[in-house]
């Protein structure tokens, strides 16, 4: 029986070096995946006919715009054509944007003893402010304050 590679990669860790490394093998590992559709953005799903392990290509624009793969979980394809997965490079943008944001704000972030008006939501508010950290947080993206959070459906191991 056939063997491929599959199981010698991880899921990418959110770090530069691993997008780089990614980025330097994926040429290899393309050639053995099944292209399985096209996005009309620039993301493609691939799915390797041996061991069904379906894999995402994106680009890294951050690293030069360069394609790499990376492991996604089994999905329909009308539901992947209409929302791809969420790019770990983008991910990893992100949370550096954020938190970059988070530590020049640290003290900003002090619970209060009201709850946070929104919806049903049961946290605390900010101290001075009316809404809780995540709520606030969330505020400040639709405002252009913080880097937006990437488009895409989350998977694990990202989701939380
Ligand atoms: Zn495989
Ligand atoms: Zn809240």
Request: hydrophobic share 35%.
């Amino acid at each position: 029986m056939k063997k491929c590679s599959c199981g010698e990669y991880s899921d990418i860790e959110l770090i530069r070096k691993a997008i780089n490394e990614r980025i330097k093998k994926s040429k290899d590992l393309k050639k053995q995946l099944k292209l399985v559709s096209k996005s009309d953005t620039e993301n493609i799903l691939f799915v390797c006919e041996i061991c069904n392990q379906f894999w995402q290509s994106s680009r890294a624009w951050n690293w030069g715009n360069d394609e790499y793969l990376f492991k996604v979980p089994i999905i329909e394809l009308q539901d992947w054509i209409q929302n791809q997965f969420m790019a770990p490079d983008e991910m990893l943008i992100y949370s550096a944007g954020m938190s970059v944001y988070m530590e020049s704000n640290i003290n900003s972030f002090v619970d209060g003893n009201e709850k946070c008006i929104k919806d049903d939501c049961i946290e605390k508010s900010l101290k001075g402010g009316k809404l809780c950290k995540n709520h606030f947080i969330e505020n400040l993206g639709v405002v252009g304050l913080i880097p937006k959070r990437p488009k895409g459906r989350l998977f694990k191991p990202y989701q939380d």
